[in-house]
């Protein structure tokens, strides 16, 4: 899949692309997407999990920012808090804030970026290595949802742009794998998993296997549920259903249109 934002202006617009999971129950877990970035100058491509302004946990990567010259590739770690709000949204003078460098150029291949999300904890990595540890007051307590964008609105501070060609950020894979907030998924798991100690209880998720999809592996322990279609009834797991913005635009130099 694609996300592409192109060089030509719509009325003074950019058009830019967004994908967001249709749930939002997602509350604690690991979010991991396999992406290749793109090596025009003047994009954001961003990773996150958003419930709202003030409780975003945020992988953010500025083309503008690659320089292959001296192998520096910087990625954005955020969370947006209350504090961040009172400071205009600049998370850079709350201590959340972290732009942490890629041993590798994300233009040229694909790579696994993930974020795992516990109580009080953000952990950040890339291909299984962790980038930064964020904790405290910040880390959001609401569930939420995922989001992936490409966008870019021409501010010379974030995103720089427009691209001088159309640029594409390409995703390989989502996974996630996450506790909802859902009151009957609660009561559905203390149901099947009355022993959470007990041998088999857990069901291990290998780190980068980017073939390795949980839904594919039934039967891993008694307690696992994976999704199965809609015409099958009994306990399952719902697919991430994704919706799709097709062609939005954002502003040159202004602020996003409703998509933060």
Not at 84 to 95: C, H
Not at 119 to 140: H, N, Q
Not at 191 to 199: G, I, K, V, Y
């Amino acid at each position: 899949m694609q996300l592409v934002v192109r060089k030509q202006l719509v009325d003074d617009m950019v058009p830019v692309a967004e994908i967001d999971t249709q749930r939002q129950d997602v509350f604690y877990g690991t979010f991991r997407a396999s992406m290749k970035m793109t090596g025009n100058p003047g994009t954001c491509a961003a990773f996150f999990w958003y419930f709202n302004d003030t409780q975003e946990i945020d992988m953010e990567f500025l083309s503008k920012d690659f320089n292959p010259s001296n192998n520096s590739y910087p990625v954005n770690l955020v969370l947006q808090s209350r504090q961040a709000a009172e400071a205009g949204y600049n998370a850079a003078s709350t201590g959340n804030f972290i732009k942490a460098f890629l041993p590798f150029d994300p233009t040229t291949d694909f790579h696994e970026y993930r974020i795992d999300y516990i109580p009080g904890r953000v952990y950040f990595y890339a291909d299984g290595e962790v980038l930064a540890e964020m904790t405290g007051s910040a880390v959001p307590t609401s569930p939420g949802h995922l989001i992936l964008q490409h966008w870019s609105n021409g501010n010379p501070l974030w995103s720089g742009g427009p691209p001088p060609n159309d640029s594409a950020l390409t995703v390989e894979y989502v996974k996630a794998y996450f506790n909802s907030s859902l009151l009957q998924r609660h009561a559905d798991w203390a149901a099947r998993c009355t022993n959470a100690t007990a041998p088999g209880a857990i069901c291990e998720i290998p780190n980068l296997d980017k073939d390795w999809f949980f839904g594919l592996h039934p039967n891993m322990t008694p307690n696992q549920t994976v999704w199965v279609s809609d015409e099958n009834a009994g306990s399952r797991l719902e697919i991430l259903r994704w919706w799709t913005i097709i062609s939005a635009l954002l502003l040159v130099n202004g602020w996003l249109l409703g998509l933060w």
